[in-house]
């Protein structure tokens, strides 16, 4: 850095700190309305009360969030590598030690907190798939390169899945993105779609009139492309991978997955349901779409929401708080909403493309890719779009290690956005 | 150094999800109607405020029923934390398995509401449960009122209530709802709109768990209940527990009117049952062991038992003679002790020598009225015997016999008085004149009336010629307000002055004639006895008067079943009511009577009541099975091979029933 020149910090990004602040009082604002008992009593403020833990723990992120913008950035890149073995070793611990809720083991009991390693994990990985795309020749063409790339991502992914924590197995694979944005091909993209379009398609009709159609199918483009004989490859390839996949499709889902799994696809699927799911899942997901359809489009108004208030809808203040605040909100509220959220995700691409160096884009990059996967599945799950997985909405839901997992993520992100042109060395 | 995809997928799908979500946030919360409702239904529950039921008054003030509190004990099943169960069947008198299989029910059906686990426990349980019911955390209570019966009688006029069936609610114009009571029989079932006030109902905020979370919209679409009417009966409740008394052990209705307002004074049906038994927690094992009795308490026989009305129809039979001037009171008729149709006679209880009208009401003189009723239909004056008997038969139904009177409890019946048509078409046209059907003179035959039309036909006599339709109900009372049930006075076209004759021989027959026991000191009493035959068993006893000679208070009719001669039974039966009602007391000398009437049993056990009901069974039916020809005294030999059968199977029963009867008891003896 030369004496003199142009100032090397930029002012940290004003749209997205204001999206990171909103979401955050919106988001404490609505845990308190599902709270609220209908009026002010003396243990208002006592520490039983999630808003007051909650806003503990955003004055606690705040302090954390200018903490990191004081970093050097060289500092965030050289301890990447040491945060991801961290947050890998709590993930091995949390197997082994952790403590279970509803089908999950994905918490260490420290007495006062209970910490969610999985959260930090994506933190974790951002970074270190970061400072692996940073690294000096990375190209990302070599066999090598990919592996290893795919191996850092695949090792949390592992690990999240072993919890049975199916949200964040999926956050990991949404890591994908970023990888095609650093260079992997988009045919993976699709063939991921094609994956999910054929598991769906194969739950919900007979699998053998799936490989059926497929079959004839790809014969005839085999057929018409029979001189082209690299794609026949790729497409004979194609054709016995959907039809083994097709049969493993319904092998998993009965198999593998668990019967509160599978319920919960089958929900979506509009599939016929167990008596036991009806009571449950179906139950809860049913009233969480009363509670959003009758927001109607201005909303009941704050503290007005009686589904949420009277916990018709279960885990207002942590997964479903979207209930709460479609409910008192309205459609209008929920379009602001996701405003915000688009916003700031449009920012954050925004400041990832203009990174002067791979380590800051795809570590930006990542951050929205995990900001987008919560924002789709939660808000999707609630209004009944998609299996219902339980997996916070960024800053808003309720509990300590989302909320400074995500302040981590978007405080880096703005530094590294704040300092983008000391890297051009 | 940019390098890859610099227009990256993720944009794209930022926007796309994003597209997405707000179509279905569009369709949810601006397209689709009805979520608001369900998450109004959700939250707001209503529930009902039952208002108190009338209470039912007697002639001088007392309550003969009133409302007491039970307890419903609800259990709300996702809140039940294990319990000493043992303690719980204890307190609450159950049984482990009822608790289990209770529970389970309603798992299945409501487990997040507050059910009813146990419904209307009395009060000294409920006490008791009380003491621990924080021991039961899922569990509380909701106060019901049922109606008690301090007389303990009753029960046919009064009625009872019971649970609302789909019927009752879908009549009720949307006032019923599940779980509600009603009347069901007698006076509570007539004026159930009254005596039952007006629902009332609060909207309350409850959250998941059921939790009371406030008032909706602070009250504003709640509504207050209105108690019902209190309704005052004619009824006197002592006159109606010592007819009672008097009646036990024995089958049969006690009807007694006073004739200047048609007020029901006393309506006895016997067997009767404790109404309070019909209320509470065993109310259906109780009615289950009512309905299944032999004698069928539940049948309201002061309306619905049609009886021969025996010689108690005579007295009728006299007025219309002489307003007809088919003889004059000083006619007589020379009774050689029956009176002969044909190869038959209708005989008399002994030689009555040469009776004018009086004097045959005295001595009761079978021939004297097969003679009147001869001629009042053979009269020359009728073209033919048809028109004849249309003539006494409209002068008779005008008494009340054969139609309904009109009181204020459901399912009266009409009883019989046979029309020509119906002759006609048993004989044919023109083949039947009064020799024929001569056993109608004397209340037998196709002839049947209810105790309460005697009753009736007795007042009428009593006010000289007119009835108000009997009512048990007097006037509904509330806030000082009134409102008074409508009332019809019925004229009867026949002259006083054969009134005041006929009421002379009404007299003369406690007096000095067949109902001698029936005096009482110091009043006037003018009545009937009446024996109803029954070729194959005891007779029925029959008693129908009224009291004082002048100015009447009471009109009085007495039917007991199977017991014998109208002196032996009714006419006791009837003289002690009104000596207590008119006097308050009775007289020492007669107490040894009332005692013997208090202690007489004429009950069977239960195989050979089997057997009497099939012989009154062969009576009544006899009608239809005779075609030509023949008339009820006829009729016995026809039925006698009928029952010679029967008495072979009874014989055969009885040894089978003494053999079970030890079981049989304690099976009926649960009665709690």
């Known amino acids: 850095m030369q004496p003199g020149a142009k100032r090397a910090y930029d002012p940290i990004d004003g749209t997205v700190l204001f999206c990171y602040l909103f979401l955050v009082a919106l988001g404490i604002m609505s845990i308190f309305a599902t709270e609220y008992s209908g009026n002010f009593t003396a243990s208002f403020f006592s520490f039983k009360h999630s808003y007051i833990k909650q806003s503990v723990w955003a004055i606690a992120s705040f302090l954390m969030f200018f903490t990191i913008l004081g970093f050097d950035r060289r500092i965030l890149q050289l301890i990447s590598y040491p945060i991801y073995a961290i947050v890998i070793f709590m993930l091995v611990l949390v197997l082994l030690i952790g403590n279970t809720t509803k089908g999950q083991q994905n918490w ?312 983008r042109r000391m890297s051009m060395r | 150094m940019q390098r890859g995809n610099e227009s990256g997928i993720l944009e794209k799908a930022i926007y796309i999800a994003a597209f997405i979500l707000i179509v279905k946030l569009f369709f949810l919360q601006v397209l689709t109607p009805g979520y608001k409702q369900q998450s109004k239904n959700n939250v707001v529950k209503k529930q009902n405020i039952y208002p108190s039921r009338g209470l039912i008054i007697d002639r001088k003030g007392k309550v003969i029923v009133y409302n007491d509190a039970v307890y419903d004990i609800l259990v709300q099943w996702n809140q039940i934390k294990d319990f000493d169960t043992l303690k719980f069947c204890e307190l609450l008198n159950t049984t482990p398995d009822f608790v289990r299989a209770k529970l389970d029910e309603i798992k299945r059906t409501t487990p997040n509401k507050p059910t009813a686990f146990i419904k209307l426990l009395d009060p000294q349980s409920f006490t008791r449960f009380q003491e621990h019911l924080f021991e039961f955390p899922a569990f509380s209570f909701e106060t019901r009122t049922v109606r008690r019966y301090p007389y303990h009688g009753g029960a046919a006029m009064l009625g009872y209530l019971s649970e609302v069936t789909e019927n009752n609610i879908k009549n009720s114009g949307g006032y019923y709802e599940l779980g509600d009571y009603m009347g069901t029989t007698g006076i509570e079932k007539y004026y159930d709109s009254l005596l039952r006030g007006e629902k009332g109902y609060n909207f309350q905020v409850v959250d998941v768990k059921n939790t009371y979370k406030g008032k909706y919209k602070n009250g504003e679409e709640d509504k207050t209940p209105i108690a019902g009417w209190d309704m005052v009966t004619g009824i006197d409740a002592e006159l109606q527990a010592y007819g009672e008394k008097l009646m036990q052990g024995k089958v049969g209705g006690v009807v007694a009117i006073d004739p200047a307002t048609g007020e029901i004074l006393a309506y006895v049906s016997s067997p009767g049952y404790d109404p309070n038994i019909l209320t509470g927690r065993y109310r259906r094992h109780n009615f289950n062991i009512l309905f299944k009795d032999p004698y069928i308490p539940l049948l309201n026989r002061p309306i619905q038992a049609a009886y021969p009305p025996g010689s108690t129809f005579k007295a009728s039979a006299a007025l219309i003679m002489l307003q007809e001037k088919i003889h004059e009171e000083k006619w007589q008729w020379f009774c050689p002790g029956g009176y002969r149709v044909g190869s038959h006679v209708v005989k008399c209880h002994g030689v009555h020598g040469i009776p004018d009208v009086q004097t045959a009401l005295q001595y009761s003189c079978n021939s004297y009225f097969c003679k009147i009723y001869n001629d009042f239909i053979m009269d020359s004056t009728f073209a033919t015997p048809a028109i004849g008997y249309q003539k006494w038969w409209d002068m008779t139904s005008m008494f009340g016999y054969g139609k309904k009177l009109g009181i204020d409890i459901y399912g009266e019946k009409r009883g019989n008085l046979p029309t020509v048509k119906y002759y006609n078409k048993i004989f044919g046209e023109g083949k039947w004149r009064a020799a024929t059907i001569i056993s109608n003179s004397i209340g037998q035959g196709e002839v049947l009336a209810t105790p309460l039309q005697i009753a009736n036909a007795m007042a009428i006599i009593a006010n000289k010629g007119f009835y108000i339709t009997p009512k048990i109900c007097r006037y509904f009372v509330k806030d000082k307000k009134y409102r008074t049930p409508k009332r019809e006075k019925n004229i009867i076209p026949i002259d006083s002055v054969y009134f005041r004759y006929v009421t002379d021989g009404l007299e003369k027959v406690v007096l000095a004639g067949t109902a001698r026991v029936a005096q009482i000191p110091g009043i006037s009493f003018c009545g009937k006895t009446g024996t109803a035959q029954n070729p194959h068993g005891k007779d029925h006893s029959i008693f129908a008067g009224f009291a004082p000679k002048e100015n009447p208070k009471i009109a009085i009719a007495v039917f007991v079943e199977n017991a014998g001669f109208g002196a032996t039974y009714a006419a006791p039966i009837a003289s002690l009511m009104v000596e207590k009602y008119l006097n308050d007391t009775i007289a020492k000398k007669r107490i040894p009577l009332q005692d013997r009437m208090f202690k007489m049993r004429l009950m069977k056990d239960e195989v050979e009541l089997n057997y009497v009901k099939q012989k009154e069974k062969l009576v009544l039916d006899s009608i239809a099975r005779v075609k030509a020809k023949a008339d009820s005294i006829v009729r016995a030999k026809y039925l006698q091979d009928s029952l010679q059968k029967a008495k072979v199977k009874y014989t055969e029963d009885r040894k089978k029933f003494k053999q079970d009867s030890i079981q049989n008891l304690k099976s009926t003896q649960q009665n709690p």
Not at chain 1, 141 to 153: C, K, N, P, S, V
């Open chain 1, 108 to 419: 260490i009991d420290l007495g006062a907190f209970k910490l969610q390693p999985s959260e930090f994990a994506k933190f974790g990985t951002a970074m270190a798939l970061a400072k692996y795309f940073d690294s000096p020749n990375m190209r990302f063409h070599t066999q090598r390169e990919y592996m290893i790339a795919f191996g850092i991502l695949a090792l949390p992914l592992a690990l999240v899945a072993g919890q049975g924590d199916a949200g964040s197995c999926l956050v990991f694979a949404a890591f994908i993105f970023v990888l095609n944005r650093e260079g992997l091909s988009d045919l993976f993209v699709y063939l991921g779609l094609y994956i999910v379009a054929i598991s769906v398609l194969s739950l919900i009709i007979n699998q053998y009139i799936i490989i059926g159609i497929s079959v004839v199918l790809f014969s005839f483009l085999i057929y018409w492309n029979w001189m082209n004989k690299q794609l026949v490859k790729i497409l004979s390839v194609i054709m016995i991978g959907t039809c083994l996949f097709t049969f493993s499709v319904s092998f998993i889902f009965n198999n593998v997955l668990a019967k509160h799994q599978r319920d919960r696809i089958n929900i979506v699927l509009g599939q016929e349901l167990t008596k036991e799911a009806r009571r449950g899942i179906a139950y809860n997901l049913n009233q969480s779409k009363i509670s959003i359809g009758s927001g109607g489009i201005i909303g009941k108004g704050y503290l007005q929401g009686t589904q949420t208030r009277y916990n018709y809808v279960p885990e207002t203040s942590t997964d479903f708080i979207f209930s709460a605040i479609g409910e008192e909100w309205g459609f209008v509220g929920a379009l602001v909403l996701i405003f915000i959220y688009v916003l700031m995700m449009q920012r954050l691409l925004l400041m990832a493309e203009r990174q002067s160096s791979p380590y800051g884009r795809v570590y930006t990059y990542a951050v929205v890719a995990i900001i987008f996967t919560h924002f789709v599945i939660n808000i999707g799950m609630t209004i009944g779009l998609l299996p219902v997985i339980g997996i916070p909405l960024p800053l808003l839901s309720y509990g300590g290690s989302s909320l400074i997992s995500f302040t981590f993520m978007i405080a880096t992100a703005l530094k590294l956005d704040s300092e």
